[in-house]
């Protein structure tokens, strides 16, 4: 057979099936470029101009440059810049619920992995963890809402036991329709973190705890020098993922401040700012702040990929080096 | 081999993502059938209405008057030509199912013809941002995809009529305006006077009060006497006091006043020049309002919240409500609650100050290719006193008919059960309607309207101080119409 196709065989040699896998892709890439490129582009291009509705009358687009921009950075007659407030809004909600969430999260993937606990009925566990995430954010949203609204349970409850009085509002109070969103967030995702944290533990090779264990090393020694270093690129991928969602950050606040931001606007996120704008289809603003938050996301993306993973390049570079050295 | 099932995958996946890109297209039609249902739930609402012959008079009605017109046979003429050409869709956009209800009991769809209700809740403006873009995108959409009929809430309702997207209804046929009432057609008609659109109710508000509360407060509950106690601010406020003393609240929401105040402005919120004003009214209410939170005459809840309307149970301690007929159904369920309620503990004066309170109009959609069925609908609900009265009997509603509803005005054996234990609440309302004017409003009304509501909100329960309250509302304003000039601060 070889024999007879060495005529052809140069010609052979140059078919490359690597076309098929391009013609596989082939669909996301357009998909990709129709719905999300070209989007994006319009989305910064918009942002350079002023472009709104009143009513149904459209007015612009006129091209404003970066007047958009300088909008979103002028102090109001308070001396605060909404979208820095916003922003940091945004960031404490986020850690308020991200902090807990992977640290329930690594406690519980680590049980779930450990051969010594050996934890029974770890499927029923894992799908009651996860449950939360399967509900709607704004049905939960509206779930706490009605439980802590003035004429909600909580309320009459801590009412009877003379905790509070009458007046007591939750969604009068920074700190509890803080602390709500960040719960709700918590609840929603912890499930789905501990699911990828324990596929990333239990990808790691067994006797290597086995090893560590032997040689004498606690658990918590095992923790810090086993098992981060080499779950590090699933844990940034988890964390960069809950950032890119934090910031984001928009139906359980939106539900539960009735889109509002109450009290005072400290519950109200980017989007829900950046959502404001689109109520007259104002482009033109809300193009501007999602252009802040592409290059926050990115930025911030990086930085903590950077952070988080330089160890583990270091690791990987020496590691090479060494086996190098030995050859 | 492997190339046939390789290329046929790839085509399977082109096929999935044409089948994507077509997707938005196709949404009305997977709507359609959703839509439909309450469609065919219809031959049975029909079934009553065709037990009623009366209610098909106007169809039947209708040859005769249109009559007189024959004496115009070249106008007449594509009219006649124009049974031909409707549509077999009628599209409804919505943000609730009260008119439908009305519509499916009260009137009788032409054979053949499908109705369609797009029904998108107001919250957030979701209603109108929906209704916008299908009006936007009606000259491209196909004949039975086309909004034929839309509702339209009076804060609002300006920024369609002002516009090319509805219609002069004198072009289809509807010209009897004579016993609708005049500020319904001003609110639906143009700078130019052109009425695009009918209301099939008159919305008079007025103080409905707990009966027993008057008599513990006043020592009296006689409409008469309770009227004379109340008919000015000063009065009321005073009232108020002494509602406070014996341990009841005046009213339920820091915002159970604010119609009142603003449907009386003497000037529009923003001006010709875009300037924000502030009018006196407005002002005044903001410090009754202060006033009322400081002493604990009134709760820090919204109109619509349940904690205002849990205060219409048996056991609530809230003396007066304002509202117009459309509040018995939309506001005041728990007072009907056959438990907890106090059906028949409710009379109704015309309070402090004479007002109106929102409205439902229809608005017909430039394009409608139904336009046959669209004069139809608007003289049912309109100048089919038939309709207007079961509207007002069963209904409990004020027609948008002025001989209707004089003659319940009139009507000494007329009395409102469902609520009012038997008072003759047509006869105020009819008093009332007599005052309304159509006047100073502008196409922010909305906005400015609940914002300035939602943000005072905050400044009454207490979360922030005044200055910082009107200045998250002037950075609502800013961020919602940012051609509107803000007071210097």
Same mark, same amino acid.
């Given at each position: 057979?070889?024999?007879?196709?060495? &005529?052809?065989?140069?010609?052979?040699?140059?078919?490359? $099936?690597?076309?098929?896998? $391009? *013609?596989?892709?082939?669909?996301?890439?357009?998909?990709?470029?129709?719905?999300?490129?070209?989007?994006?582009?319009?989305?910064?291009?918009?942002?350079?101009?002023?472009?709104?509705?009143?009513?149904?009358?459209?007015?612009?687009?006129?091209?404003?440059?970066?007047?958009?921009?300088?909008?979103?950075?002028?102090?109001?007659?308070?001396?605060?810049?909404?979208?820095?407030?916003?922003?940091?809004?945004?960031?404490?909600?986020?850690?308020?619920?991200?902090?807990?969430?992977?640290?329930?999260?690594?406690?519980?993937?680590?049980?779930?992995?450990?051969?010594?606990?050996?934890?029974?009925?770890?499927?029923?566990?894992?799908?009651?963890?996860?449950?939360?995430?399967?509900?709607?954010?704004?049905?939960?949203?509206?779930?706490?809402?009605?439980?802590?609204?003035?004429?909600?349970?909580?309320?009459?409850?801590?009412?009877?036991?003379?905790?509070?009085?009458?007046?007591?509002?939750?969604?009068?109070?920074?700190?509890?329709?803080?602390?709500?969103?960040? =719960?709700?967030?918590?609840?929603?995702?912890?499930?789905?973190?501990?699911?990828?944290?324990?596929?990333?533990?239990? &990808?790691?090779?067994?006797?290597?705890?086995?090893?560590?264990? *032997?040689?004498?090393?606690?658990?918590?020694?095992?923790?810090?020098?086993?098992?981060?270093?080499?779950?590090?690129?699933?844990?940034?991928?988890?964390?960069?993922?809950?950032?890119?969602?934090?910031?984001?950050?928009?139906?359980?606040?939106?539900?539960?401040?009735?889109?509002?931001?109450?009290?005072?606007?400290?519950?109200?996120?980017?989007?829900?700012?950046?959502?404001?704008?689109?109520?007259?289809?104002?482009?033109?603003?809300?193009?501007? *702040?999602?252009?802040?938050?592409?290059?926050?996301? &990115?930025?911030?993306?990086?930085?903590?990929?950077?952070?988080?993973?330089?160890? $583990?390049?270091?690791?990987?570079?020496?590691?090479?080096?060494?086996?190098?050295?030995? =050859? | 081999?492997?190339?046939?099932?390789?290329?046929?995958?790839?085509?399977?996946?082109?096929?999935?993502?044409?089948?994507?890109?077509?997707?938005?297209?196709?949404?009305?039609?997977?709507?359609?059938?959703?839509?439909?249902?309450?469609?065919?739930?219809?031959?049975?609402? !029909?079934?009553?209405?065709?037990?009623?012959?009366?209610?098909?008079?106007?169809?039947?009605?209708?040859?005769?008057?249109?009559?007189?017109?024959?004496?115009?046979? @070249?106008?007449?003429?594509?009219?006649?030509? !124009?049974?031909?050409?409707?549509?077999?869709? %009628?599209?409804?956009?919505?943000?609730?199912?009260?008119?439908?209800?009305?519509?499916?009991?009260?009137?009788?769809?032409?054979?053949?013809?499908?109705?369609?209700?797009?029904?998108?809740?107001?919250?957030?403006?979701?209603?109108?941002?929906?209704?916008?873009?299908?009006?936007?995108?009606?000259?491209? @959409?196909?004949?039975?995809?086309?909004?034929?009929? %839309?509702?339209?809430?009076?804060?609002?309702? +300006?920024?369609?009529?002002?516009?090319?997207?509805?219609?002069?209804?004198?072009?289809?046929?509807?010209?009897?305006?004579?016993?609708?009432?005049?500020?319904?057609?001003?609110?639906?008609?143009?700078?130019?006077?052109?009425?695009?659109?009918?209301?099939?109710?008159?919305?008079?508000?007025?103080?409905?009060?707990?009966?027993?509360?008057?008599?513990?407060?006043?020592?009296?509950?006689?409409? @008469? !006497?309770?009227?004379? #106690?109340?008919?000015?601010?000063?009065?009321?406020?005073?009232?108020?006091?002494?509602?406070?003393?014996?341990?009841?609240?005046?009213?339920?929401?820091?915002?159970?006043?604010?119609?009142? %105040?603003?449907?009386?402005?003497?000037?529009?919120?923003?001006?010709?020049?875009?300037?924000?004003?502030?009018?006196?009214?407005?002002?005044?209410?903001?410090?009754?309002?202060?006033?009322?939170?400081?002493? /604990?005459?009134?709760?820090?809840?919204?109109?619509?919240?349940?904690?205002?309307?849990?205060?219409?149970? #048996?056991?609530?301690?809230?003396?007066?409500?304002? /509202?117009?007929?459309?509040?018995?159904?939309?506001?005041?369920?728990?007072?009907?609650?056959?438990?907890?309620?106090?059906? /028949?503990?409710?009379?109704?004066?015309?309070?402090?100050?004479?007002?109106?309170? +929102?409205?439902?109009?229809?608005? #017909?959609?430039?394009?409608?290719?139904?336009?046959?069925?669209?004069?139809?609908?608007?003289?049912?609900?309109?100048?089919?006193?038939?309709?207007?009265?079961?509207?007002?009997?069963?209904?409990?509603?004020?027609?948008?008919?002025?001989?209707?509803?004089?003659?319940?005005?009139?009507?000494?054996?007329?009395?409102?059960?469902?609520?009012?234990?038997?008072?003759?609440?047509?006869?105020?309302?009819?008093?009332?309607?007599?005052?309304?004017?159509?006047?100073?409003?502008?196409?922010?009304?909305?906005?400015?309207?609940? +914002?300035?509501?939602?943000?005072?909100?905050?400044?009454?329960?207490?979360?922030?101080?005044?200055?910082?309250?009107?200045?998250? %509302?002037?950075?609502?304003?800013? !961020?919602?119409?940012?051609?509107?000039?803000?007071?210097?601060?």
């Amino acid at each position: 057979m070889e024999k007879i196709q060495t &005529g052809t065989g140069k010609k052979l040699k140059s078919v490359s $099936y690597a076309k098929w896998g $391009y *013609i596989f892709i082939a669909p996301f890439f357009l998909a990709y470029i129709v719905f999300t490129l070209v989007p994006q582009l319009l989305t910064i291009y918009n942002s350079f101009f002023e472009t709104y509705r009143i009513g149904l009358q459209q007015i612009g687009p006129n091209f404003v440059g970066l007047g958009n921009y300088k909008a979103l950075f002028q102090p109001d007659p308070n001396g605060t810049i909404l979208i820095l407030k916003y922003a940091l809004n945004t960031l404490i909600l986020w850690i308020a619920g991200a902090v807990p969430q992977f640290v329930i999260a690594m406690l519980l993937a680590l049980f779930f992995t450990s051969t010594r606990l050996n934890i029974k009925g770890q499927s029923f566990f894992k799908t009651v963890i996860y449950m939360p995430n399967l509900i709607m954010a704004a049905a939960f949203s509206m779930l706490f809402y009605t439980l802590f609204s003035r004429v909600g349970p909580i309320q009459a409850l801590l009412e009877n036991w003379g905790v509070i009085d009458h007046t007591f509002d939750f969604f009068a109070i920074r700190v509890s329709v803080r602390g709500m969103i960040a =719960l709700m967030n918590f609840l929603m995702w912890f499930g789905n973190t501990t699911i990828v944290l324990m596929a990333g533990i239990m &990808g790691i090779d067994q006797s290597l705890f086995e090893s560590a264990t *032997i040689d004498g090393a606690n658990s918590v020694q095992v923790f810090f020098k086993v098992t981060m270093p080499l779950l590090m690129p699933i844990f940034v991928y988890c964390l960069i993922t809950a950032m890119i969602g934090g910031i984001q950050m928009f139906d359980v606040p939106q539900v539960l401040s009735k889109g509002d931001g109450v009290p005072n606007g400290t519950t109200r996120t980017l989007v829900m700012y950046l959502n404001g704008y689109l109520k007259t289809r104002n482009l033109g603003m809300s193009g501007a *702040i999602s252009v802040i938050m592409f290059i926050i996301t &990115g930025g911030l993306g990086a930085i903590v990929y950077k952070m988080l993973s330089a160890p $583990y390049k270091d690791q990987n570079r020496k590691h090479r080096e060494r086996k190098g050295n030995v =050859l | 081999m492997k190339k046939l099932v390789a290329i046929l995958m790839a085509a399977l996946m082109l096929v999935g993502i044409v089948a994507c890109t077509a997707k938005p297209a196709e949404q009305p039609a997977a709507e359609q059938p959703a839509a439909e249902q309450p469609a065919a739930e219809q031959p049975a609402a !029909e079934q009553p209405a065709a037990e009623q012959p009366a209610a098909e008079q106007p169809a039947a009605e209708e040859p005769a008057t249109e009559e007189p017109a024959a004496e115009e046979p @070249a106008a007449e003429e594509p009219a006649a030509e !124009e049974p031909v050409a409707q549509g077999k869709v %009628f599209n409804i956009y919505a943000w609730n199912v009260e008119f439908k209800g009305f519509f499916e009991k009260y009137y009788t769809v032409p054979e053949g013809v499908t109705v369609n209700w797009i029904i998108t809740p107001s919250d957030n403006g979701a209603y109108q941002q929906k209704l916008d873009e299908a009006l936007l995108n009606q000259e491209n @959409a196909a004949d039975d995809e086309k909004i034929d009929l %839309f509702l339209a809430e009076a804060d609002y309702i +300006g920024k369609y009529v002002d516009s090319d997207y509805t219609m002069d209804i004198s072009k289809i046929g509807f010209t009897n305006a004579d016993t609708m009432y005049d500020y319904t057609i001003k609110a639906a008609s143009d700078v130019n006077g052109v009425c695009k659109g009918v209301s099939f109710q008159c919305c008079p508000a007025a103080v409905i009060y707990r009966k027993s509360i008057a008599k513990d407060v006043l020592g009296t509950d006689d409409p @008469a !006497e309770v009227q004379a #106690a109340i008919d000015s601010w000063e009065k009321f406020d005073a009232v108020a006091a002494q509602a406070k003393e014996k341990g009841y609240l005046m009213t339920a929401s820091f915002a159970e006043t604010f119609r009142a %105040f603003s449907n009386n402005c003497t000037m529009p919120w923003v001006d010709a020049n875009d300037n924000l004003q502030f009018d006196p009214q407005i002002t005044k209410w903001i410090e009754q309002t202060d006033n009322y939170i400081k002493n /604990g005459y009134t709760l820090t809840a919204g109109v619509w919240d349940p904690e205002k309307t849990n205060e219409m149970f #048996a056991d609530g301690k809230t003396m007066c409500f304002f /509202g117009p007929a459309w509040y018995y159904n939309f506001c005041m369920t728990n007072a009907m609650d056959p438990e907890k309620g106090c059906v /028949g503990d409710w009379r109704i004066v015309m309070g402090p100050q004479a007002y109106f309170w +929102g409205g439902t109009w229809l608005l #017909a959609a430039t394009g409608s290719d139904n336009t046959e069925m669209l004069k139809d609908i608007f003289e049912t609900f309109t100048i089919n006193e038939d309709v207007c009265t079961k509207l007002v009997e069963n209904e409990g509603q004020y027609p948008n008919n002025t001989k209707v509803a004089e003659k319940f005005a009139n009507d000494p054996n007329w009395g409102n059960t469902m609520i009012l234990d038997g008072q003759n609440d047509t006869a105020i309302f009819a008093e009332l309607a007599k005052d309304i004017k159509w006047e100073n409003h502008t196409n922010y009304d909305q906005i400015l309207n609940e +914002g300035l509501q939602n943000k005072l909100q905050e400044y009454f329960n207490g979360s922030v101080d005044y200055e910082t309250a009107m200045n998250n %509302f002037y950075q609502l304003i800013k !961020e919602t119409y940012p051609n509107i000039k803000l007071p210097a601060a």
